[in-house]
């Protein structure tokens, strides 16, 4: 709960190092804090996401639903960003989404247009992730300018007249060197319903060395579902990035920040 218009940032696979370094950028904000916090477990963006959702506080599991992995807040199984912001609006009618390339890229002229009826303007950005997973080499060079852009995007939405930031994430991530045959862990054997490089989720999951095995019950939530994970920085034999990861357990990708600050006397 915020007086007047807020700016809610989602911003896919932000490392709390990367919140500090963005709130370093904005000089202009007043009464800035970041505090840390954990995301949900598996660390992976449909269900990191709808954590940050309304209502997620109060109800939240993860379940199978139609051979895929969700949410589920309250009555409502959530599975992709579609969902999410269906949702999103159903809980606060007075709130408009926009992603980060629109917010920049677009006119002033529409973009106020687009956020003007808003008391609560939420912004997703994935350019971080997608980064991450497509271009390792161009991620390593161009990430610090993700954070220079989400900096960009405060001060345009500042000039519009919002006064009010909240900047968080769905999860962090790791990134390090390119992972070799000894640091990737056979995939887990069992009923499979989804497998990322860092997290198994399935049911009847035979345990093997290297890994460490969590039921949904242990972590709070109402499902029969069971998630494995590899120790360490290690990753399953499966697609996606040798380098890049998130969805298990380590700090980079359970700690993210929650950067809350006001923006004053900024014009556009």
Same mark, same amino acid.
């Given at each position: 709960?915020q007086?007047?218009?807020?700016?809610?940032?989602?911003?896919?696979?932000?490392?709390?190092e990367?919140?500090?370094?963005?709130?370093?950028?904005?000089?202009?904000?007043?009464?800035a804090?970041?505090?840390?916090?954990?995301?949900?477990?598996?660390? =992976?963006?449909? %269900? $990191?996401?709808?954590?940050? *959702?309304?209502?997620?506080?109060?109800?939240?599991? /993860? @379940?199978?639903?139609?051979?895929?992995?969700?949410?589920?807040?309250?009555?409502?199984i959530?599975?992709?960003?579609?969902?999410?912001?269906?949702?999103?609006?159903?809980?606060?009618?007075?709130?408009?989404?926009?992603?980060?390339?629109?917010?920049?890229?677009?006119?002033?002229?529409?973009?106020?247009?687009?956020?003007?009826?808003?008391?609560?303007?939420?912004?997703?950005?994935?350019? =971080?992730?997608? %980064? $991450?997973?497509?271009?390792? *080499?161009?991620?390593?060079?161009?990430?610090?300018? /993700? @954070?220079?852009?989400?900096?960009?995007?405060?001060?345009?939405?500042?000039?519009?007249?919002?006064?009010?930031f909240?900047?968080?994430?769905?999860?962090?991530?790791?990134?390090?060197?390119?992972?070799?045959?000894?640091?990737?862990?056979?995939?887990?054997?069992?009923?499979?319903?989804?497998?990322?490089?860092?997290?198994?989720?399935?049911?009847?999951?035979?345990?093997?060395?290297?890994?460490?095995?969590?039921r949904?019950?242990?972590?709070?939530?109402?499902?029969?579902?069971?998630?494995?994970?590899p120790?360490?920085?290690?990753?399953?034999?499966?697609?996606?990035?040798?380098?890049?990861?998130?969805?298990?357990?380590?700090?980079?990708?359970?700690?993210?920040?929650?950067?809350?600050?006001?923006?004053?006397?900024?014009?556009?």
């Amino acid at each position: 709960p915020q007086p007047g218009r807020v700016a809610c940032f989602f911003v896919d696979a932000l490392r709390f190092e990367m919140g500090t370094d963005l709130l370093r950028q904005i000089s202009e904000a007043a009464d800035a804090e970041i505090t840390p916090a954990l995301t949900v477990l598996p660390s =992976i963006t449909p %269900l $990191g996401m709808a954590a940050l *959702l309304p209502g997620a506080s109060a109800s939240y599991s /993860v @379940v199978e639903h139609q051979g895929k992995v969700g949410a589920k807040i309250g009555n409502q199984i959530l599975t992709d960003v579609n969902e999410r912001m269906k949702h999103l609006k159903a809980q606060v009618p007075d709130a408009v989404e926009i992603t980060l390339e629109r917010l920049l890229q677009d006119s002033p002229a529409k973009v106020s247009a687009k956020i003007e009826p808003a008391r609560i303007v939420v912004v997703r950005s994935q350019e =971080i992730d997608a %980064l $991450g997973k497509k271009n390792e *080499l161009l991620a390593r060079n161009i990430m610090d300018t /993700v @954070v220079g852009n989400l900096a960009r995007a405060v001060r345009r939405l500042a000039g519009m007249g919002i006064e009010r930031f909240v900047i968080t994430a769905d999860h962090g991530h790791v990134f390090s060197a390119r992972k070799e045959d000894d640091m990737k862990t056979p995939a887990t054997a069992g009923g499979t319903v989804e497998l990322h490089r860092r997290a198994w989720i399935g049911r009847g999951a035979s345990a093997s060395s290297g890994t460490v095995s969590i039921r949904a019950p242990e972590l709070g939530y109402d499902s029969n579902l069971e998630f494995v994970f590899p120790e360490g920085m290690g990753v399953f034999k499966a697609g996606g990035s040798l380098a890049y990861h998130h969805g298990g357990f380590s700090l980079q990708e359970m700690v993210i920040p929650v950067v809350s600050f006001r923006m004053l006397g900024v014009t556009s």
